[in-house]
């Protein structure tokens, strides 16, 4: 994995941000995990990309629904599996073929993915950070190549 950006956000303005700004670097076929505590701004983030993405409708994390489907000038799969409990659960939505797809898929707590995942990824890591004022995040993104 490579390193590719590092910083402390103090708003959830500035995580939206962040995925706005990402969201250019990215075309089909990106895949993008977003790991971190709860509330740590995983959905802004994504709330971000999907608007750089020209996604005009509500984007809202898909807990219950498993998967929100957006179009922009690509398609956007959001996913969470928050509530997955098993690989066999995610291979049953059909997941490689939205890998496979013409779109961009956003991936909220991927950890039991782990085996199911492309080799090349976005890690987005974003978590609290207790050491400074409230509101504060410590993101980290990692490029995983093939």
């Known amino acids: ?9 103090s708003s959830p303005q ?3 941000n962040l995925g706005l700004e990402f969201s250019h670097r ?7 995990l977003f790991k971190g505590d709860l509330g740590a701004g995983k959905t802004t983030c994504i709330k971000g990309v999907c ?3 020209g996604v005009r409708q509500a984007v809202t994390s898909p807990s219950f629904t498993l998967i929100n489907e957006y179009r922009g000038r690509i398609p956007v799969y959001h996913f969470d599996f928050y509530r997955i409990q098993s690989e066999r659960e ?9 890998f496979e797809g013409d779109g961009v898929c956003l991936i909220e707590w991927p950890d039991v ?3 199911l995942l492309p080799k ?4 987005f890591h974003l978590n609290w950070d207790v050491d400074y004022p409230p509101d504060t995040r410590h ?3 990692y490029a995983q190549e093939e």
């Open 90 to 98: 995610a291979i049953d939505l059909g997941l490689q073929e939205y």
């Open 1 to 9: 994995m490579t390193l590719i950006y590092e910083n402390m956000l």
């Open 26 to 32: 990215i075309s089909a076929g990106a895949i993008l």
């Open 139 to 141: 993101v980290v993104i």
């Open 51 to 53: 608007a750089g993405l």
């Open 113 to 115: 993915l782990a085996n």
């Open 120 to 123: 090349k990824h976005y890690d």
């Open 14 to 16: 500035e995580t939206f």
